[in-house]
């Protein structure tokens, strides 16, 4: 168990001031991914506050990523093991509840994706670049299968691993709070088959430039994959339900 102490707190909703105390303590290294928090009594008499604060706090924790609970013999709160995705969660969050629309988030998008491609031709090697067309790969044999929901989760893999192919981890963290807002739109329009077709052709033009060393050419592709697979979802959803199609968070549902 982490040796940890933390001082006592005054003042109301005091469960967000635990919260925020024990979120600096992860994102400082004070506590390590896999630590044990001290016990409920414990913090009780650290914070100074009672039961159902440190209990609150613990379940926005746990939403949040940033602890895991446990029951049983051996049991409590242990700081979760990656807090890059409870970083990665809170800015999909923070996208997803905002006022934005599907177009802000492609800008956005592009202008990642567009360095990301700069970054993978300087620094990918051949094991990097196998792993993107193994993934379009299984992205065509899921689509000829007809299994819309893990194909649509492969195209969006594909994205993760073209960010991780630059070797700088920020770039999977940004990727994958996009991913995490996009997925959703996506399954809830059902990827109509143009989308899908337009999609793997897409990846495959793309992995080819990448595998050719020419950056230009790979951003063209994926330029015109993003903004063609905009239109698609937009069609797609105004046909479902026009009254929802403008907001982000409505077209995901969440």
Known sequence: MSTITFSTLRGPRIFEKIVEHIRDAILAGRLRPGDRLPPERELVRQFQVGRGAIREAFRILEQSGLIRIRAGNGGGAFVGGQPTEAVTRSLSDLLRFGNFELRHITQVRLALENLIVDTVV?????????????????????????????????????????????????????????????????????????????????????????????????????????????????????????????????????
């Open 122 to 254: 300087q620094n990918a090697g051949r094991p990097e670049l196998a792993r993107l067309a193994a993934s379009v790969d299984r992205a065509q044999r899921l689509h000829e299968e007809n299994k819309t929901e893990q194909r649509v989760e492969e195209h969006f893999n594909f994205h993760v691993l073209l960010a991780e192919a630059t070797g700088n981890p920020v770039y999977p963290l940004l990727i994958r709070a996009v991913v995490d807002i996009m997925e959703p739109v996506w399954k809830k329009t059902g990827s109509p088959e143009p989308l899908a077709r337009h999609t793997v052709a897409f990846h495959r033009k793309i992995v080819n430039h990448l595998m050719a060393g020419d950056a230009t050419r790979a951003k063209r592709e994926l330029k015109r994959h993003i903004v063609e697979a905009e239109k698609l979802i937009t069609a797609s959803s105004a046909k479902r339900a026009p009254a929802r199609v403008a907001r982000l968070t409505r077209a995901s549902g969440r």
